[in-house]
């Protein structure tokens, strides 16, 4: 068969090495360098890995706070060999990057101010643990009841003593962690809310606010009680994704018999069996059977899909009926389902820009409050000769409003959540910073085959031209091609099949270069090749001249079945659009973005599937490092995305502000490489994704805005001395619950595609 240049994935060259993570390259440079930033070339793109830096990784059950966060940083400062320290406050992980620490200093450090590391060994095991946290709420029950007696007893005018000491009862049940993390804070000179809390409720007891001190310290108690089982709602979003694949598998053993086995012990190629409404356990390709088989935990997909043999199956995925066995590709550690879950661990990690300005924000600002406090508190008694009371409570007010809780703890409930959700979609983002910037993008690049295309050539069009019959031509071709690996080949054969068409005995196969194939079926000798093939053999005409470059127009390869003495059929074969593609487009173009296709295939061949798709511009006749070179100069006009397989558009992946990758097509490349993933390579995921990182940005300014206003309000309140400590502590909890649940929202967020 005719020797084309085609976008074929066997003709690729696989990247062995992994992306760096690009919200490592654009915002910290003192683990960056601006060669890597640059990619001038295909194979500089990706940063080497520094071979002398070791991780440990601790869970740290109390550290879910960017507070926890701020103190851990401080306390490891004095560690030269630490190089880097990254929080996952979702999940409670703190992976410290070093060279050669001493590991028992640095967990000795973290006892020391309370955090108590727990080892991670780096196995095969998901660290996306399901977490209950540990609330007392009898000790709670009993803090609260010891205070509401203590307001009791001061407004039934009993002794002072018995008001206090019901008082000094319920702070230290209620408030005994909250002084601990204050005085660990203020040891290791970090003012954080609870060194401010504790603050609050000492001021408030030693001028004689007995009552208000407990119930203060109970209702923060109790507002961090709930905010923590708040988060564990966006804790365990993604817990889901463990539950649904199965423990077991049902495995063929090597006396034939057939075991239920833990699928962490099932190697690659073993067989395993799935009976109608089982779970799939693992990864891997029919090799008996078939089934309907329901994918929405991997590609989102409403529909169930039908699967036959040689058809992909992935773990996690429901069978709905049909029997069939099929043959594991990867071990359960490496399925589709368990990259899923490590790449949403790790983006829970990362922190978008957002994210990122309010710890700033909220480490300047905390410290501030307390400095302004402390100046309400004395100077207005000492300059005007106010009264010390009155200006102490109106300071002690203010700090027990000041705390940022609400404003810190909104943007990871909301980042979590819009990653969430985004997995529900078939949608794998790789980290906050993509989900943010997504909103941004103005010019979107656009591969062609296995983006726009299907990638796989079918057959489309067959002319018959000479005596034989139909059935006749159509059997002699697919006899030649079923010996060949070349993709126009497999397409006919693959159509041949599908008809239940036979195929004859062929001798003396040949490949003839730069024209097609040739073989003797029954004696005679046919051929298989290209309009060249005929002209060589002298069996041109002007009229099949004519209907060649007919389907040409098209954007279809044209082979033609020829003896020695005349062309007997025509057969074309193209590769064909993605019903999605057009639908795609047009959405993204609604949004205002500008559409780019970057191509390896011909000019006329471009421009047919790029006009009836409706793509903006075409590229064509491109390398690798020219999508890169373009992909580069777009980046000045604008926020790009680029849409690819993963494999040779690599580089313009990883040069974009997003990179897109095709997930089924090579699930691997997509979720190692890119960005943001699509998990059944449809495009319409581009504007649902758009569409959430909109979302989640409005949700962010909402919570900031709200969080910022209502302590603003509180601040004037105070000074006009019509706020006190308990609506203070109302204030701060009702805001930090209004946020938290804003954010939850976007687990339920739905996006109407239907225009």
Same mark, same amino acid.
């Given at each position: 068969?005719?020797?084309?240049?085609?976008?074929?994935?066997?003709?690729?060259?696989?990247?062995?090495?992994?992306?760096?993570?690009?919200?490592?390259?654009?915002?910290?440079?003192?683990?960056?360098?601006?060669?890597?930033?640059?990619?001038?070339?295909?194979?500089?793109?990706?940063?080497?890995?520094?071979?002398?830096?070791?991780?440990?990784?601790?869970?740290?059950?109390?550290?879910?706070?960017?507070?926890?966060?701020?103190?851990?940083?401080?306390?490891?400062?004095?560690?030269?060999?630490?190089?880097?320290?990254?929080?996952?406050?979702?999940?409670?992980?703190?992976?410290?990057?070093?060279?050669?620490?001493?590991?028992?200093?640095?967990?000795?450090?973290?006892?020391?101010?309370?955090?108590?590391?727990?080892?991670?060994?780096?196995?095969?095991?998901?660290?996306?643990?399901?977490?209950?946290?540990?609330?007392?709420?009898?000790?709670?029950?009993?803090?609260?009841?010891?205070?509401?007696?203590?307001?009791?007893?001061?407004?039934?005018?009993?002794?002072?003593?018995?008001?206090?000491?019901?008082?000094?009862?319920?702070?230290?049940?209620?408030?005994?962690?909250?002084?601990?993390?204050?005085?660990?804070?203020?040891?290791?000179?970090?003012?954080?809310?609870?060194?401010?809390?504790?603050?609050?409720?000492?001021?408030?007891? /030693?001028?004689?606010?007995? !009552? +208000?001190? #407990?119930? %203060?310290?109970?209702?923060?108690?109790?507002?961090? @009680?709930?905010?923590? &089982?708040?988060?564990?709602?966006?804790?365990?979003?993604?817990?889901? /994704?463990?539950?649904?694949? !199965? +423990?077991? #598998?049902? %495995?063929?053993?090597?006396?034939?018999?057939?075991? @239920?086995?833990?699928? &962490?012990?099932?190697?690659?190629?073993?067989?395993?069996?799935?009976?109608?409404?089982?779970?799939?356990?693992?990864?891997?390709?029919?090799?008996?059977?078939?089934?309907?088989?329901?994918?929405?935990?991997?590609?989102?997909?409403?529909?169930?899909?039908?699967?036959?043999?040689?058809?992909?199956?992935?773990?996690?995925?429901?069978?709905?009926?049909?029997?069939?066995?099929?043959?594991?590709?990867?071990?359960?550690?490496?399925?589709?389902?368990?990259?899923?879950?490590?790449?949403?661990?790790?983006?829970?990690?990362?922190?978008?820009?957002?994210?990122?300005?309010?710890?700033?924000?909220?480490?300047?600002?905390?410290?501030?409050?307390?400095?302004?406090?402390?100046?309400?508190?004395?100077?207005?008694?000492?300059?005007?000769?106010?009264?010390?009371?009155?200006?102490?409570?109106?300071?002690?007010?203010?700090?027990?409003?000041?705390?940022?809780?609400?404003?810190?703890?909104?943007?990871?409930?909301?980042?979590?959540?819009?990653?969430?959700?985004?997995?529900?979609?078939?949608?794998?983002?790789?980290?906050?910073?993509?989900?943010?910037?997504?909103?941004?993008?103005?010019?979107?690049?656009?591969?062609?085959?296995?983006?726009?295309?299907?990638?796989?050539?079918?057959?489309?069009?067959?002319?018959?031209?000479?005596?034989?019959?139909?059935?006749?031509?159509?059997?002699?071709?697919?006899?030649?091609?079923?010996?060949?690996?070349?993709?126009?080949?497999?397409?006919?054969?693959?159509?041949?099949?599908?008809?239940?068409?036979?195929?004859?005995?062929?001798?003396?196969?040949?490949?003839?270069?730069?024209?097609?194939?040739?073989?003797?079926?029954?004696?005679?000798?046919?051929?298989?090749?290209?309009?060249?093939?005929?002209?060589?053999?002298?069996?041109?005409?002007?009229?099949?001249?004519?209907?060649?470059?007919?389907?040409?127009?098209?954007?279809?390869?044209?082979?033609?079945?020829?003896?020695?003495?005349?062309?007997?059929?025509?057969?074309?074969?193209?590769?064909?659009?993605?019903?999605?593609?057009?639908?795609?487009?047009?959405?993204?173009?609604?949004?205002?973005?500008?559409?780019?296709?970057?191509?390896?295939?011909?000019?006329?061949?471009?421009?047919?599937?790029?006009?009836?798709?409706?793509?903006?511009?075409?590229?064509?006749?491109?390398?690798?490092?020219?999508?890169?070179?373009?992909?580069?100069?777009?980046?000045?006009?604008?926020?790009?995305?680029?849409?690819?397989?993963?494999?040779?558009?690599?580089?313009?992946?990883?040069?974009?502000?997003?990179?897109?990758?095709?997930?089924?097509?090579?699930?691997?490349?997509?979720?190692?490489?890119?960005?943001?993933?699509?998990?059944?390579?449809?495009?319409?995921?581009?504007?649902?994704?758009?569409?959430?990182?909109?979302?989640?940005?409005?949700?962010?300014?909402?919570?900031?805005?709200?969080?910022?206003?209502?302590?603003?309000?509180?601040?004037?309140?105070?000074?006009?001395?019509?706020?006190?400590?308990?609506?203070?502590?109302?204030?701060?909890?009702?805001?930090?619950?209004?946020?938290?649940?804003?954010?939850?929202?976007?687990?339920?967020?739905?996006?109407?595609?239907?225009?």
């Amino acid at each position: 068969m005719v020797s084309q240049p085609g976008q074929s994935h066997n003709n690729h060259v696989e990247l062995n090495e992994k992306r760096e993570s690009k919200e490592h390259r654009e915002h910290d440079h003192a683990h960056c360098c601006d060669s890597v930033k640059q990619l001038p070339q295909l194979d500089t793109h990706l940063m080497i890995p520094n071979t002398t830096s070791t991780r440990a990784v601790y869970r740290i059950r109390n550290m879910d706070c960017p507070t926890e966060e701020a103190l851990i940083r401080k306390k490891l400062a004095n560690f030269p060999e630490i190089t880097q320290l990254d929080f996952d406050l979702i999940q409670r992980i703190l992976t410290i990057h070093h060279q050669q620490a001493s590991l028992s200093d640095v967990e000795a450090a973290l006892v020391a101010i309370d955090m108590l590391p727990e080892a991670i060994i780096q196995t095969d095991d998901q660290n996306v643990k399901e977490f209950a946290s540990d609330i007392n709420w009898l000790r709670l029950g009993l803090a609260g009841t010891m205070a509401l007696t203590a307001e009791v007893a001061h407004f039934a005018n009993a002794p002072d003593w018995i008001t206090l000491i019901l008082a000094l009862v319920a702070i230290i049940i209620g408030g005994f962690e909250t002084y601990k993390k204050g005085w660990i804070a203020l040891k290791n000179f970090n003012l954080n809310m609870n060194a401010l809390m504790s603050f609050a409720v000492t001021g408030a007891l /030693l001028i004689g606010q007995w !009552p +208000e001190a #407990a119930m %203060v310290m109970v209702l923060f108690a109790l507002a961090e @009680a709930i905010e923590q &089982k708040s988060m564990d709602r966006a804790r365990n979003a993604i817990q889901q /994704l463990l539950c649904i694949t !199965p +423990e077991q #598998a049902t %495995v063929l053993q090597a006396d034939e018999q057939w075991l @239920a086995v833990d699928i &962490k012990s099932v190697p690659v190629g073993s067989i395993v069996r799935v009976k109608p409404g089982e779970r799939i356990a693992l990864d891997g390709v029919i090799v008996s059977g078939q089934s309907t088989i329901n994918q929405a935990a991997i590609t989102g997909e409403s529909l169930p899909v039908e699967k036959a043999i040689g058809d992909q199956v992935y773990a996690g995925t429901m069978n709905e009926s049909g029997s069939f066995e099929f043959k594991v590709t990867a071990i359960a550690a490496q399925s589709t389902i368990a990259r899923i879950i490590k790449a949403v661990e790790s983006a829970q990690g990362s922190k978008a820009n957002t994210q990122r300005f309010v710890d700033i924000f909220a480490r300047i600002y905390t410290p501030v409050v307390f400095v302004i406090a402390l100046a309400i508190a004395i100077i207005p008694p000492l300059i005007m000769g106010a009264l010390w009371f009155d200006w102490i409570y109106k300071a002690l007010v203010l700090l027990v409003i000041a705390c940022p809780c609400a404003l810190v703890i909104s943007t990871p409930v909301t980042i979590v959540s819009g990653l969430a959700a985004a997995t529900r979609y078939g949608i794998l983002i790789k980290g906050g910073i993509f989900l943010e910037q997504g909103r941004k993008i103005s010019i979107l690049a656009v591969d062609k085959t296995g983006t726009l295309t299907n990638g796989k050539p079918v057959q489309t069009d067959f002319v018959k031209i000479g005596t034989l019959t139909e059935q006749t031509c159509r059997e002699i071709a697919a006899s030649l091609a079923n010996h060949s690996d070349h993709p126009v080949s497999k397409a006919i054969t693959y159509a041949a099949e599908q008809d239940g068409i036979d195929l004859y005995n062929v001798t003396h196969f040949v490949a003839v270069l730069g024209q097609g194939i040739k073989g003797i079926i029954d004696d005679q000798q046919w051929y298989l090749g290209n309009h060249r093939m005929a002209i060589e053999h002298g069996l041109d005409q002007p009229e099949l001249a004519q209907q060649i470059q007919y389907f040409e127009q098209q954007a279809k390869t044209v082979v033609l079945l020829m003896n020695d003495n005349t062309v007997q059929a025509l057969f074309a074969v193209a590769d064909t659009i993605k019903q999605s593609s057009s639908k795609a487009i047009k959405l993204i173009k609604q949004m205002g973005i500008k559409t780019l296709m970057l191509t390896g295939d011909n000019t006329l061949t471009a421009n047919i599937i790029a006009n009836e798709i409706g793509i903006d511009e075409v590229k064509s006749h491109l390398l690798p490092e020219d999508k890169l070179t373009i992909v580069n100069e777009l980046l000045s006009m604008g926020v790009v995305g680029m849409v690819g397989d993963g494999i040779n558009d690599a580089p313009a992946l990883a040069k974009a502000n997003i990179g897109f990758a095709m997930g089924s097509i090579g699930s691997d490349t997509a979720i190692e490489t890119a960005d943001v993933a699509l998990m059944d390579d449809d495009l319409c995921k581009i504007p649902q994704f758009i569409q959430l990182s909109k979302a989640t940005s409005r949700i962010l300014i909402e919570n900031i805005v709200f969080a910022l206003v209502v302590k603003m309000l509180f601040f004037i309140l105070t000074f006009m001395g019509l706020a006190n400590m308990w609506m203070a502590v109302f204030a701060d909890i009702g805001t930090s619950l209004l946020v938290v649940a804003n954010g939850l929202r976007l687990l339920k967020k739905r996006f109407d595609l239907s225009n």
